[in-house]
């Protein structure tokens, strides 16, 4: 190889930088019970990290129903801010058109506890819970997505820049996630399908 100059392709494991900012606790609303009776009950909102080799790292944020296991909002971008994320929830309430109060449930990340963000939940009559410091399974839900993304998607393959990724995560969310693949807490039925359902009979 390198007589050749032929190198292999690595894929960069992303290492967050610790912040020295205090972390401010916040009500957890949610505390775990991630049971519903139906859709637009109790969303679960997170950012996670794709790597491009022209790009660099690029963020996703997804916003997953807890009833059917939808993935109802995202948002992919080059920098994760307040915007990313409000954007992801924007994009779910636009597509959900919720008639009542939601609980959408985050970290403590700076962008979920932002005043724009909380501005933008207090407009749409959207309750915010938080995750406590360091628990990582308050949010179980929406980290098991993103590692089932990770899994079936992007360990999978070498995105050159950020369109190639954004493209491959538009077509597994919307082509497979949602409408092709079975989830066996919802009857084995795909997340569309249940939606698609309980709209019928509502």
């Known amino acids: 190889m390198k007589k050749l100059n032929i190198k292999s392709i690595i894929i960069k494991k992303f290492r967050p930088h610790s912040s020295k900012s205090k972390i401010e606790a916040k009500e957890n609303v949610l505390k775990r019970d991630f049971s519903t009776t139906t859709i637009n009950e109790k969303w679960v909102t997170d950012i996670t990290y794709i790597y491009t080799l022209k790009d660099g790292w690029c963020y996703l944020a997804s916003v997953l129903d807890l009833h059917t296991k939808k993935i109802i909002g995202y948002a992919f971008s080059k920098t994760m801010d307040t915007e990313l994320a409000i954007k992801a929830v924007e994009n779910a309430y636009i597509t959900q058109k919720p008639k009542n109060t939601v609980i959408l449930h985050s970290d403590l990340g700076s962008q979920y506890t932002s005043s724009k963000f909380d501005d933008y939940l207090n407009e749409h009559n959207i309750v915010h819970s938080f995750s ?6 308050d949010n179980a839900c929406i980290e098991s997505f993103h590692a089932t993304l990770k899994k079936e998607e992007v360990n999978l393959a070498t ?3 950020f369109d190639a990724a954004r493209l491959a ?3 597994y969310i919307e082509s497979w996630y949602n409408r092709k693949r079975l989830h066996s807490s919802i009857g ?3 997340p569309q399908q249940l939606e698609d359902a309980l709209r019928k009979t509502a």
């Open 159 to 161: 995105y050159y820049d």
């Open 132 to 137: 406590g410091k360091g628990c990582p399974y």
């Open 169 to 171: 995560i538009f077509e």
């Open 188 to 190: 084995y039925m795909t």
